[in-house]
């Protein structure tokens, strides 16, 4: 469970908790306990969203996410 959450923090959850740094300190602290406040933590997660389609970070990726796709599907 450990080593999960380390690969989860490093990997998945960088730029989120990035964002929780900045923005929602309280987030942050709820997410940094041995059991995280998961309800108070996702509280957060609108205001991320919202953060990266006004950065363009979204649609960025949602570009990349169907040229994949259509790469994909190109292929036999």
Request: aromatic residues 12%; charged residues 30%.
């Amino acid at each position: 469970m450990i080593n999960f959450r380390k690969q989860l923090e490093l990997k998945w959850c960088k730029p989120f908790k990035n964002y929780l740094r900045k923005n929602r300190p309280q987030s942050l602290k709820a997410w940094d306990r041995l059991n995280p406040q998961v309800f108070t933590v996702l509280a957060a997660f609108p205001g991320y969203l919202a953060h990266l389609e006004k950065s363009g970070a979204l649609k960025r990726e949602k570009t990349l996410s169907k040229t994949y796709e259509t790469k994909r599907s190109i292929k036999p």
